[in-house]
């Protein structure tokens, strides 16, 4: 975490990612940045930043050291504490090139700003009280986005649904703490609790606490995704397959069986969820080296897949590779897509159902399309089994953060209660209660570490 000092350095960095662009943005923050881009800046009739309004826009050039114009720019001005970072905040436009972005930044860090670290203007906004450590999380969601259900989650974090849904069980803890503690130290005047109002609030606390818990498998996927394997035995369509979900010829598909040597990987937005969906190579026995070490990668990535698209050719009867892939799949969440379906069937659902009798059935026609809308819809039901409620009103728990801290002041509430129950005194009472308290308030900041808040922001770009 920034030390006091450093805090009250003045940063900047390039805002905007790198390449070429109509627009490129330097961003500064701190007590000086006004002072420090005046000092590079021109305006066509000598105006001077220290002057200029709140939420201006002020155009002229940026010049370096000896008076040479760098770059055209309007810059804009955000004094504190109405800014990003609730400090004085600039922003200089330029044009969206390497050569005077990099320029426009050199000249500023000569005039005496530091070069930020990896997210410490969202981190500067934390620590000044404009947000808190949850929607300072969500920022980075906001970015990495990869589906409107996405998006719309990350902005209703970022709006501050999970910090209220956290910080009012942590202000019901607080409140019974409170109580606890003023029975023990005014036991004449206040007295103890009744032991059926503090289970009362444990309880109602920890099915709080278990409702976003049941959140949490769905969180993950909406943030990161769901890693998708398409799997089978040669030539029975899994490239095809691949190529009707993200609906464009993306993986090439022949005649001849082995054609997919290595992974072919792909993000597939399936009813607001994001998939990434690895197409893999045909798993049979081979004496080919190069096959084989495909065949090595798909039996890897279908291990560790979160759902499995188990991909057989209908229109003809069972192989033995296809018996001992449903060996391996009985355990795993999975999909059998029966595909060829234009081609007739060879075999029933009912012989397939024998062999895996918990998986869903879908019979496609990758040539056709035929099945590709029930599919979709099998997918994100065994994403999501019908449990959770994705409105744009949704509190959902996205991070494993989140979740560790969920489970640990449930165990502390659930010690709690076990302490009442036996009749022990309350201040034992007391610690699990503040325990539970303390863990919900580290998704907020209210009680974490620095070492946590400096591992959340090193996940952010410069810039940002």
């Given amino acids: 975490m920034l030390v006091r000092g450093l805090i009250e350095d003045t940063i900047a960095a390039v805002a905007t990612p790198l390449g070429e662009g109509g627009i490129g943005i330097v961003r500064v923050s701190g007590a000086e940045a006004i002072a420090l881009v005046d000092q590079a800046f021109q305006s066509p009739k000598d105006k001077r930043l220290a002057g200029a309004g709140n939420w201006s826009l002020n155009y002229g050039w940026i010049l370096d050291g000896e008076g040479n114009r760098i770059d055209e720019a309007v810059v804009s001005i955000m004094r504190a504490p109405h800014s990003y970072t609730r400090e004085d905040v600039v ?17 500023v860090l000569e005039l005496g700003a530091r070069l930020a670290e990896p997210g410490e203007f969202t981190k500067r906004a934390f620590l000044h009280g404009r947000i808190d450590l949850s929607q300072a999380e969500a920022v980075i969601d906001v970015i990495r986005a990869k ?66 818990l049941e959140t949490a498998d769905t969180g993950r996927v909406l943030r990161e995704g769901v890693d998708t394997a398409i799997v089978g035995r040669p030539n029975v369509g899994k490239s095809s397959l691949l190529n009707m979900l993200v609906r464009e010829n993306r993986a090439i598909v022949t005649e001849i069986p082995g054609t997919t040597r290595d992974v072919i990987e792909e993000i597939v937005n399936i ?7 690895r197409d893999t190579a045909g798993i049979r026995h081979t004496e080919d080296v190069i096959e084989k070490i495909g065949v090595e990668r798909a039996q890897a990535l279908m291990e560790g897949a979160d759902l499995v698209l188990c991909v057989v050719d209908g229109s003809t009867p069972m192989h033995r590779e296809d018996i001992d892939l449903f060996e391996q799949l009985r355990d795993k969440p999975a999909v059998l897509v029966v595909n060829k379906s234009d081609l007739g069937s060879a075999v029933s659902d009912e012989v397939y159902r024998h062999k895996l009798p918990e998986t869903p059935i879908v019979r496609i026609s990758a040539v056709t399309g035929q099945g590709l809308e029930e599919l979709e819809e099998t997918v994100v039901s065994e994403v999501t089994k019908g449990r959770i409620d994705l409105t744009d009103r949704s509190v959902i ?68």
């Fill in 91 to 107: 922003e200089i436009n330029c044009h969206g090139g390497i050569v005077p972005l990099q320029k426009t930044l050199e000249r």
């Fill in 271 to 277: 009813g607001g969820f994001p998939f990434v969906v």
């Fill in 397 to 464: 728990v996205t991070r494993v953060r989140h979740k560790q801290a969920l489970r640990e002041a449930q165990e502390s509430l659930v010690a709690a209660r076990n302490t009442v129950e036996n009749g022990l005194p309350m201040d034992l009472v007391a610690i699990d209660v503040r325990g539970a308290a303390e863990r919900l308030g580290e998704v907020t900041g209210h009680t974490v570490s620095d070492e946590v808040i400096d591992r959340i922001f090193a996940d952010f770009c410069i810039g940002k």
């Fill in 147 to 212: 589906t409107d259900r996405s998006h719309r989650l990350a902005l209703r974090q970022l709006e501050g649904g999970l910090s209220e849904a956290f910080d009012g069980m942590r202000q019901e803890l607080v409140g019974l703490l409170a109580a606890i503690e003023a029975g023990i130290d005014f036991p004449d005047e206040v007295g103890d609790m009744e032991p059926e109002a503090v289970i009362a609030i444990c309880d109602s606390v920890n099915e709080q606490i278990q409702s976003l």
